[in-house]
């Protein structure tokens, strides 16, 4: 079974638009946290936003921000005021077990970004 | 601060061939990671390291792949023979152990294409 679950190949949005890329994982481990990483066209995996499965309040870094349900087990990003800079592919990643552990990422298959002026 | 540092950046190479990928993590992070990462996929881990010792190399084909660290700070990830099948963007990241949550940090990636 997938571990992370990204249904959305891609998404179209206009400028300063909000936009919400939906990922929905599986575990059964209680500790665990969520990540997003954005790869523009050049390669590179940026982070943008982490949440703990304990963490009390939704996870935000600036334009960035996650709609957590845990019992839904979903980890929507939401981009608010979208910019021509954010075309790209996002990705979902959750690491299973505590931090310190330091266990590998786990990713979906992304979702394609595509912002128009 | 330097990020994680990784060479060739491109690599050709004809099937069955060899080839060698470096990794070079931020100074001081502990854990290494080697993912692979096929086209219009996620990636997916290659093996991980804590300093020099490999603690998960469950996906890593052993029949052709090899990969080590030593003095537990750069990494270098060999094929040998390449196939068809193994083009892909080889990205090697690292992590901090025992920060809030253990970001892992990427490198650029190798991308490999085999011929």
């Known amino acids: 079974a997938q571990k992370i679950t990204q249904t959305q190949p891609g998404m179209f949005v206009q400028e300063k638009e909000a936009v919400t890329l939906d990922c929905t994982y599986d575990t059964s481990d209680p500790s665990y946290g969520l990540f997003w990483y954005k790869q523009p066209s050049s390669g590179e995996m940026i982070f943008l936003i982490y949440q703990g499965s304990y963490d009390q309040q939704n996870a935000t870094e600036g334009r960035y921000s996650l709609n957590f349900q845990k019992a839904r087990k979903s980890a929507n990003l939401v981009i608010s005021a979208s910019q021509l800079g954010d075309s790209a592919m996002y990705f979902c990643?959750?690491?299973?077990?505590?931090?310190?552990?330091?266990?590998?990422?786990?990713f979906g298959k992304g979702t394609t970004l595509s912002v128009s002026s | 601060e330097a990020g994680v540092v990784q060479s060739p950046r491109y690599k050709i190479i004809e099937k069955k061939q060899p080839v060698a990928f470096w990794c070079n993590p931020i100074s001081g992070h502990n854990t290494l990671y080697w993912y692979r990462q096929n086209l219009g996929q996620g990636p997916e881990l290659l093996i991980r390291y804590e300093n020099e010792e490999a603690v998960d190399d469950s996906q890593l084909p052993k029949d052709r792949f090899s990969a080590e660290r030593l003095k537990g700070v750069d990494s270098t990830l060999k094929i040998q023979p390449a196939e068809l099948g193994d083009s892909a963007v080889y990205l090697c990241?690292?992590?901090?152990?025992?920060?809030?949550?253990?970001?892992?940090?990427f490198g650029p990636g190798t991308r490999l294409t085999v011929l």
């Open positions: 990241a690292s992590s901090l152990g025992g920060t809030s949550y253990n970001e892992q940090f």
């Open positions: 990643a959750m690491r299973e077990g505590p931090h310190q552990a330091g266990t590998a990422l786990i």
